[in-house]
């Protein structure tokens, strides 16, 4: 979704190759990626488009069941806290990479994780959805603007969230 308004900000060019197993953009410099992969191989994805453009700096959005729901936060390297996605990408570029860990919260019962990070929000949550996405494509315009991701991460983390964060079972 953060992609999606980033593409929706900027012109920017369609990238077609198949062994990159996802969808590629280019806004000026910059390569946006959505892998069209299984969640649990996603980083195959990542892997393959940074060989092939010999790409440093890796930043990957994700969605963070340790957060509550609206939050941001910032991270660089690290343990990949059980999310099947960043096992894969760790395991094929190293951990060295910027995280922005988009915030979902957590279902009340530990056997309700898939259908909870699947479901659908309420409506009145989609206000704090548009917000939360927002900030977040403005922390990644941040990051092209800058080099300090330390930076951007005090401008652009969001910590404190309404109550109404918890997101239903679907």
Known sequence: ???DELLRRHSHDTIKKAAFQGELFKIKEHYLLKPTTFM???GQAVAAV???YKIDDVVVIHD???LPFGAIRFKMGGG???HNGLKSTDSLISKEYLRI???IGRPEHKGE???FVLGRYEAEQLELLEKQIAQAADAVE???RTDSWEDVASKHSVKKVPNKAKRPIA
């Open 40 to 42: 649990n191989l996603s």
């Open 50 to 52: 940074k060989k092939f």
């Open 113 to 115: 994780v898939s259908s």
């Open 101 to 103: 860990r988009m915030g």
């Open 80 to 82: 990949h806290g059980g």
């Open 64 to 66: 963070d069941l340790d």
């Open 1 to 3: 979704m953060v992609i």
């Open 142 to 144: 941040a990051l092209w």
